[in-house]
């Protein structure tokens, strides 16, 4: 057996030569410097102190070397390794804080962002509308009624003293159901309600009906096929029209404020009689039929210097119809009363255009969205 190699010169091992590890710590140095991401340098740790690189490759040799060799060889590829590792550990670090830095700036949450984004919603001034009129009522002991859009023509006509050749028919442009003999209508006023509610109640009545009805009219400034009405019929004993005056002009003053009353104009509806058109007290001029223009009274707008506002149709229930609904009319006799509900709110809120509460804007729904 031969003893270990005295005389192996340590030099002669190319991995390492002075130079040698001298050039690969500089590579390793060069290459952890170069490393902009923490991505690279694990590749360069990898390349430059893993077990392929060429200091671990170095490193291997020493065991190689004679004895006397071993320690110079060790110290030379000891400090190199430190070095390299002092460095990488040096770079992580810096990488690491870059990294974080970076995190930090691309994840920010502005807490400072407005975060109603997604607004809360608002229920539109025809609801709102339609239940503080119906509030009027209920807080004068009355019901709420309601009845299907989709009427029975009987209902809506013939019941009401309308019959199939009653030329006040062409009064109110229908929208009729296919096959058009099926008798079946978009109802073109809240009336029917009337109908149905005597013929399914027994007096005293009295119910106010707040819904929507259908017209074939042009959609404009201040029409619309679609549109909102609200009925009020009360039937009781000795009812006259006194107590319908004295109610409209409640309901109108609840609506519009002090001051604000109706007044009544001869008219003609098949289902009351006496009928009259009711006005109301124009809430502008407030029946001055003057505003003040500046220099000096100018006729008000609202009313065209009238001082009345259409308002609805009214007037005492036509005997007719209570019998048609099976109610007596000797012992009974009542009143109804029917407006629209847009142009109620039209007045109320100043609207100028009616579409604006068709069309569904948000914009303009939230306005209302508070009002209780
Ligand atoms: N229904 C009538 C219309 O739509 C209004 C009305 C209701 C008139 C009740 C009198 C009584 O024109």
Known sequence: MSGPNTDYDPVEVTPLKSEEVESARDDALAAIADATDLETLKQVRIDHTGDRSPLALANREIGALPPQARKEAGQRIGKARGAVNQALAARTSVLE???????????????????DRVPPGARHPITTGSELIADIFVAMGWEVAEGPVI??????????????????????????????????????????????????????????????V???????????????????????????????????????????GEGITTRFRPSYFPFTEPSAEVDL????????????????????????????????????????????????????????????????????????????????????????????
């Open 97 to 115: 804080a870059e990294h974080e830095e970076r995190m930090l700036v691309e994840e920010t949450v502005d807490v400072t962002l407005p975060t």
């Open 151 to 212: 009427e029975a023509e009987w209902l809506n006509f013939d019941a009401l003293n309308l019959g199939p050749d009653h030329p006040a028919r062409t009064m109110q442009d229908t929208f009729w159901t296919d096959p058009q003999d099926n008798g079946i209508v978009l109802r073109t006023h809240t009336s029917p309600v009337q109908a149905r509610t005597m013929l399914t109640r027994t007096p005293p009545i009295y119910v106010v009906c707040p819904g929507r």
């Open 214 to 256: 259908f017209r074939t009219d042009e959609y404009d400034a201040t029409h619309s096929p679609v549109f909102h009405q609200v009925e009020g019929l009360a039937i009781d004993e000795g009812i006259s029209m006194a107590h319908l005056k004295g109610t409209l002009d409640h309901f109108a003053t609840a609506m519009f």
């Open 281 to 372: 007290v124009c809430f502008v001029c407030r029946g001055a039929t003057v505003v003040d223009g500046g220099d000096g009274p100018v006729a008000c707008r609202t009313c065209r210097g009238e001082g009345w506002i259409e308002w609805g149709g009214c007037g005492v229930v036509n005997p007719r119809v209570l019998r048609a609904c099976g109610v007596d009319s000797d012992r009974y006799s009542g009143f109804a009363f029917g407006m629209g509900i847009d142009r109620t709110l039209m007045f109320r809120h100043g609207l100028e255009d009616l579409r604006d509460l068709f069309e569904g804007d948000v914009r303009f729904t939230t306005a209302f969205g508070t009002e209780i």
